[in-house]
């Protein structure tokens, strides 16, 4: 039976970033993804926040990122806030527009130098734990199984995890929007260069540039609910940003559309025993405010120096519980948010209307709120 100290399922974002930390701390760290070995061209994640910007910098990532991404210094609200991002106390004082393929290519490369044994077409058909480690059953390529020990296991496999119903934790929440349409496209007059997001009755929609000569569009018409399998056309996406921004831009040339919904759910515990949950397997939320990819990610580096220290012998295993207890509320807080905005861009009723306008108000007029929202959106706010 192999055996390693940790092993990490999952090679996205947040499987990467730990699994990368693990090996250049010295731990040897097994990485088990079900997919080929193929960073795709294409993701619904685009943006890096000053938080996770921070921590890529600690891993000297943050500055090679910023060549390849679009800076955005100010945000635009409801078509008629603009909140500029200068105040924030951080090097990194505004949003970095990027796919993240780009984001997983540097943390992939950082990993394979740093030694990361990884086992790709491979996947989980099993986990049991005992007092002394964790083995984990799989399939290879060739079909073949074997079992894999490990010290400890992180499922940072996605809203599916394998991980998560191996261990029997539960996976509660709700469908939110479904129907949502997102398109990376080219504009023959784009907007200004910021993130531009407003609503209209029914209709939703977000655009922000890569800066490659494409934008990210994310539109939803709540009164068009069909499944995410529905052909989807370029004139569909136009259809709605006309409807909720006023025009279409002259969007052209897509590389890339899809159709989903999405969801807001939340582990009741990221921890059983030797296992934890990072990631879309511990939570899953709207993608407004672009936080998925950067609250995993800090999922990922709350945890990796944690596992770190206790493999390693220089701390107590009961330093691993501090990982519940300071990023569980931090996920819990990061689905109010990322739904409560969605909430406010569609407001109709008339008092969800009269509250969005107040708010408005508000986070133009009172700096301490702004400052306090602008904390919470870019992760400076959470410890």
């Known amino acids: ?164 119903e191996a261990i029997g934790l539960p996976f509660p929440g709700r469908s939110v929007i479904r129907s949502v349409v997102l398109a990376d496209v080219r504009l023959a007059e784009p907007p200004e260069t910021l993130l531009t997001v407003n609503a209209v009755g029914d209709a939703f929609a977000f655009i922000a540039p890569f800066g490659d000569g494409y934008h990210r569009v994310i539109a939803w018409n709540r009164a068009r609910d069909v499944p995410d399998g529905e052909p989807l056309d370029l004139d569909e996406i136009k259809e709605v940003t006309r409807l909720a921004l006023g025009r279409d831009f002259g969007m052209h040339d897509a590389r890339w559309m899809s159709r989903f919904h999405s969801d807001e759910r939340q582990a009741p515990a990221y921890r059983v025993g030797r296992v934890f949950l990072a990631g879309d397997a511990a939570h899953v939320h709207t993608p407004a405010g672009g936080q998925g990819m950067n609250t995993g990610l800090q999922d990922a580096a709350n945890l990796s120096w944690k596992l770190a220290q206790v493999t390693g012998g220089h701390a107590d295993p009961a330093l691993l519980d501090t990982y519940q207890t300071e990023r569980h509320p931090v996920g819990r807080a990061v689905l109010r948010s990322s739904g409560g905005i969605v909430r406010l861009a569609m407001a109709r009723r008339p008092w969800e209307l009269a509250l969005r306008a107040a708010l408005t108000t508000v986070l133009d007029h009172v700096g301490p709120a702004r400052r306090r929202m602008l904390g919470r959106l870019t992760g400076i706010g959470y410890k």
């Open 1 to 164: 039976m192999n055996r390693t100290p940790v092993i990490v399922v999952g090679s996205g974002p947040t499987g990467l970033l730990l699994a990368g930390d693990l090996a250049t701390a010295g731990v040897p760290v097994t990485v088990v993804e079900r997919r080929p070995h193929r960073i795709s061209n294409l993701s619904r994640a685009f943006v890096l926040h000053a938080r996770t910007l921070e921590q890529l910098d600690a891993r000297g990532l943050a500055d090679g990122l910023e060549a390849v991404g679009q800076r955005l210094d100010r945000l635009r609200l409801f078509g008629s806030l603009t909140i500029g991002l200068d105040t924030l106390p951080s090097r990194f004082n505004h949003l970095l527009v990027l796919p993240q393929y780009e984001v997983e290519k540097a943390l992939e490369r950082r990993a394979v130098e740093a030694g990361v044994d990884f086992r790709y077409e491979t996947g989980v058909t099993g986990l049991s734990q005992d007092e002394n480690g964790v083995t984990v059953r799989v399939e290879g390529p060739d079909g073949v199984t074997e079992s894999l020990r490990a010290e400890y296991v992180v499922g940072a496999d996605g809203m599916r995890s394998v991980v998560r």
